[in-house]
């Protein structure tokens, strides 16, 4: 497995899994060293058989109201409830289930980690989806970095006889869209990594026309606990409006850029520490993903990190990623590159995305250039496209640049008068690379 944005070692607490507020619950308890994936006889040892070993063996409707009340949300950056998307494709026929670990987003390792890891949670998490919702199999669409495990992992499962489900894996396409729902119902059936504009909902006609669910793979591993351990065991810990443990991925100017669990509404001080601490003193704070928000780093350090306790920074967990930005680097300019990114990444379908978020991209590398650039233009392109599109992507650069407009006042004005240095710095969001 090649090495991601961030180092694949989990910094986790040794613990047990069962136990109320102990964590990881999804990543190993004592990682091995090298690190390797767990096994199918040391997943089952930690945390017993999977929850729906035979069929008819549990009710699948009082599991979707216990998935309820654990208040599980999806963990690939909507957080949308989980039991609503498990009881709407139930309802229909002959649904199919997909579990979502394509992680298109390039400085976020948090599913390659676990899928990596704890590749039997996911399964077992895929193999309960299909049961709970009545799909006869399920596929899991994986980053080429777990693609192997994976498959590996669901091969010893075949032989062991263990699933009443069958699960295949297939590879994602290396794509920054291609992880949104629609574009991974694409991918599997045409081959194309984009988003279907203006789509049905998944759940009434997705993946041959049927009714679909696609979940998160960290989603499905929830899912898996949820079903042994139950919505009161999920709840020991996290916040009571947004409760459990979620993946982080904490990069850029940290000592250990690492991937950790942590309980939802951890102060966000605390979770740069559990990375070994800032590397330098810090400017700002990437928070959420490339389609996330930067937050001014003094600010945010205090803060829960959940939605609600980056709401009045303007900011959200998001996919769960953390990048520390030092001071002397300049936002202006790592804003630039990631845009032109997101716009060079976008399916270029829809209006927003061909000629929107370009000529966004090109007004930011003049404001990161210190060339002439009209700051009232950019505002107005960025409200022309936010809010369209057939999918979430160009709203989501455009609050990238809303919140760099915000956060780095000072940088807008030394560049403005030509006096900037940051842009000399190296790098530290992770530079996706070259098509
Ligand atoms: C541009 C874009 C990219 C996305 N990429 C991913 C991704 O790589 N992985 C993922 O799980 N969800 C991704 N999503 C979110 C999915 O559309 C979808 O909401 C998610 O897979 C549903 O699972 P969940 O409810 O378990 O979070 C993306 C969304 C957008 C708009
Ligand atoms: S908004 Fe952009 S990324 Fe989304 S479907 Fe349209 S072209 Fe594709």
Not at 3 to 24: C, E, F, Q, T, Y
Not at 133 to 162: K, M, N, P, W, Y
């Amino acid at each position: 497995m090649t090495r991601s944005a961030v180092s694949l070692g989990a910094a986790v607490r040794p613990s047990s899994a069962a136990a109320p507020g102990a964590l990881p619950r999804l990543l190993p308890l004592c990682p091995p060293r090298p690190p390797r994936p767990a096994s199918l006889d040391s997943h089952l040892s930690r945390y017993g058989p999977p929850p729906c070993s035979a069929p008819g063996q549990r009710d699948m409707r009082t599991l979707i109201a216990e998935v309820g009340r654990a208040g599980l949300t999806g963990r690939g950056g909507a957080r949308f409830p989980t039991a609503d998307k498990l009881a709407a494709v139930a309802a229909g026929r002959a649904p199919a289930v997909i579990g979502n670990g394509t992680e298109g987003e390039p400085a976020s390792a948090k599913d390659k980690v676990l899928m990596a890891r704890s590749p039997h949670l996911v399964l077992d998490g895929a193999v309960l989806a299909a049961q709970m919702v009545g799909a006869s199999q399920a596929v899991i669409v994986a980053h080429r970095d777990a693609l192997d495990i994976l498959g590996q992992a669901a091969a010893e499962r075949r032989r062991a006889r263990l699933d009443q489900v069958r699960v295949t894996v297939r590879a994602a396409a290396d794509r920054f869209v291609a992880g949104q729902a629609s574009a991974v119902v694409r991918w599997i059936e045409h081959g194309v990594p984009a988003p279907t504009a203006m789509p049905p909902r998944l759940s009434d006609r997705g993946l041959g026309g049927r009714p679909t669910l696609v979940q998160n793979v960290e989603t499905l591993a929830h899912l898996a606990l949820i079903a042994r351990y139950g919505a009161r065991w999920f709840r020991s810990v996290g916040t009571p409006a947004e409760p459990g443990s979620m993946l982080v991925t904490v990069a850029g100017a940290v000592r250990e850029p690492c991937v950790l669990e942590i309980a939802i509404g951890t102060p966000v001080g605390q979770v740069l520490d559990l990375a070994g601490g800032p590397a330098a003193p810090l400017h700002a704070l990437l928070l959420g993903g490339y389609c996330g928000a930067w937050v001014d780093a003094a600010q945010a350090v205090g803060r829960p990190f959940s939605a609600a306790g980056l709401a009045g920074l303007g900011a959200e967990p998001g996919a769960g990623l953390i990048v520390a930005l030092p001071a002397g680097a300049c936002g202006l300019a790592e804003t630039a590159r990631v845009v032109r990114y997101l716009a060079d990444e976008s399916a270029g379908q829809c209006g927003p995305c061909r000629f929107g978020l370009p000529a966004v991209a090109s007004e930011l590398e003049r404001v990161a250039g210190g060339r002439p650039a009209d700051l009232g233009l950019l505002r107005k392109w960025l409200g022309q496209v936010d809010g369209r599109g057939g999918c979430a992507h160009p709203s989501g650069a455009v609050r990238l640049v809303r919140s760099a407009l915000r956060t780095f006042g000072t940088e807008l004005t030394q560049h403005a008068a030509g006096s900037c240095g940051g842009t000399a710095q190296v790098l530290p969001v992770p530079s996706p690379g070259p098509r």
